[in-house]
């Protein structure tokens, strides 16, 4: 079965920094990866995904996620770190070759705080 | 649109009551799905459908949990009786038949079980 992995539970960085936040994936067959948001008391945003192509993928709200296939790795990242992306971040698998039967496998989330 | 709609945003019930939670996808889209949060297991998916019919629920807990989704614009997830260890943020979802496979989630239920 697919899954992912969130070794870290939170992360914290200052304000104008870079920030990382990691994901490793195990999968038969081709990944379908994705990062989503969570702000407090609402549903999960959705930020980005790699489905295939360039290993630098494009999301909202400035950030990016590199796919690395030799390393299984996952991570998101944001040049300069701002205090509103304070939030609870999730890396996800699509569990299924085919989009219209495949269901998100959910990792178990990484707190980010940002400060000032 | 305004997005997926869920109701209650809060319920709060006794140990053997009956809860049930709805969901309104957005106009549109073909899938919907129930997720449950705690933090001990963090999200799991619990059932999907897709126009309106279940296609996977090996997430559904046991027995006390069922689903349904009678028309494209709502469903519901029933639990009964419920249980304390039920107490969690239970999130519906849907998408669209798209190439994008973006999940659109609503606010969430918290439901405390006493």
């Known amino acids: 079965a697919q899954s992912v992995a969130q070794p870290e539970d939170q992360v914290n960085v200052a304000e104008g920094n870079p920030l990382t936040v990691k994901c490793t994936y195990s999968?038969?067959?081709?990944?379908?990866l994705f990062w989503y948001v969570q702000y407090p008391n609402r549903g999960l945003q959705f930020l980005l995904k790699?489905?295939?192509?360039?290993?630098l993928v494009k999301g909202s709200y400035g950030f990016e996620a590199e796919f690395n296939k030799s390393q299984t790795s996952f991570h998101l990242k944001k040049p300069s770190a701002l205090v509103s992306d304070s939030a609870l971040y999730f890396c996800?698998?699509?569990?299924?070759?085919?989009?219209?039967?495949?269901?998100?496998?959910f990792g178990q989330g990484t707190t980010l705080q940002v400060k000032p | 649109d305004a997005g997926v709609i869920q109701s209650p945003r809060h319920e709060v019930t006794e140990m053997g009551q009956e809860v049930t939670l709805r969901c309104k996808p957005i106009?549109?889209?073909?899938?919907l799905f129930w997720y449950r949060q705690t933090m001990m297991r963090g999200l799991e998916l619990l059932i999907y459908?897709?126009?309106?019919?279940?296609?996977?629920d090996s997430g559904m807990p046991e027995d006390r949990f069922s689903a349904k989704m009678p028309n494209a614009s709502f469903s519901t997830l029933k639990i009964q009786p419920s249980e304390p260890r039920d107490s969690a943020v239970y999130f519906c979802?849907?998408?669209?038949?798209?190439?994008?496979?973006?999940?659109?989630f609503g606010s969430g239920t918290q439901l405390s079980v006493l």
């Open positions: 106009s549109g889209h073909d899938y």
């Open positions: 996800a698998v699509r569990d299924g070759v085919d989009r219209n039967t495949g269901k998100l496998i």
């Open positions: 999968v038969s067959g081709n990944p379908y």
């Open positions: 790699y489905i295939t192509g360039d290993n």
């Open positions: 459908f897709n126009n309106n019919v279940p296609i996977d």
């Open positions: 979802a849907s998408r669209g038949d798209s190439g994008n496979e973006k999940l659109f």
